[in-house]
């Protein structure tokens, strides 16, 4: 399967500024996704991200908050802005190598807020 | 919308065998993945059910009923690495995103 980098692997950040999340993979893949999860919670997805184009986001997650970049097939960025203790999450990318296959997950960005 | 429930933890001894259940209510139905995470690890891909019926790997069998809306992850001869949460999963629409199950935190004891 693919193997995927995930960038920073964690941070502490403070309110108000932003951080920027990086997913590398060393193939190409069709699909990418970006996972948040809450301390002690299931895994919600935040959006697709397309290659070439906006990613499209699920309900509650808006590009404002979540703008996610996507310029090739093997790599993906989430920013997540405007940090609030809230957005303290693991936040996770993950890949499929093509539509209807099991997706493969990065190791993931434990993200604090002071 | 799609929900998947699951029991939030089983205990388990060591060399025992557990079964985690998972229900769901989905509009539109792919198929039932199982993924499993360790604390502070990344979720892996387990199984993938699109039919009824067993699906065995290794210690690890995976179950779909799909006109019960159920499955469940049976994991055998258990070891102490199985500790970790198991999470049911169901890919929606066309682009496979996934909806996950609230979890299952499995304790292996000895």
């Known amino acids: 399967s693919a193997v995927i980098s995930q960038k920073p692997s964690r941070d502490i950040c403070q309110r108000g500024t932003s951080l920027t999340i990086q997913c590398q993979v060393d193939s190409q893949v069709t699909m990418m996704f970006w996972y948040r999860q809450q301390p002690g919670q299931s895994l919600t997805l935040i959006a697709t991200a397309n290659q070439g184009s906006e990613a499209t986001y699920e309900s509650g997650f808006v590009i404002d908050k979540f703008p996610i970049s996507r310029p090739n097939l093997t790599f993906s960025t989430l920013t997540v802005s405007n940090l609030s203790p809230e957005d303290s999450s693991i936040y996770l990318c993950?890949?499929?190598?093509?539509?209807?296959?099991?997706?493969?997950f990065g190791d993931g960005t434990r993200l604090s807020i002071l | 919308g799609q929900s998947l429930e699951q029991p939030s933890e089983v205990t388990a001894v060591e060399g025992a065998i557990v079964q985690i259940n998972c229900t769901y209510q989905?509009?539109?139905?792919?198929?039932l993945s199982w993924y499993q995470q360790h604390d502070g690890g990344a979720p892996t891909f387990l199984s993938y059910n699109a039919l009824d019926g067993l699906e065995e790997t290794g210690r690890f069998s995976s179950f779909l009923s799909r006109s019960d809306s159920y499955g469940y992850l049976l994991l055998q001869e258990l070891q102490m690495k199985d500790s970790a949460s198991y999470f049911c999963a169901v890919p929606t629409g066309t682009a496979s995103k996934l909806t996950f199950g609230t979890g299952t935190r499995l304790q292996v004891t000895l």
């Open positions: 993950s890949v499929s190598v093509e539509n209807n296959q099991p997706q493969h």
């Open positions: 989905t509009s539109g139905f792919y198929g």
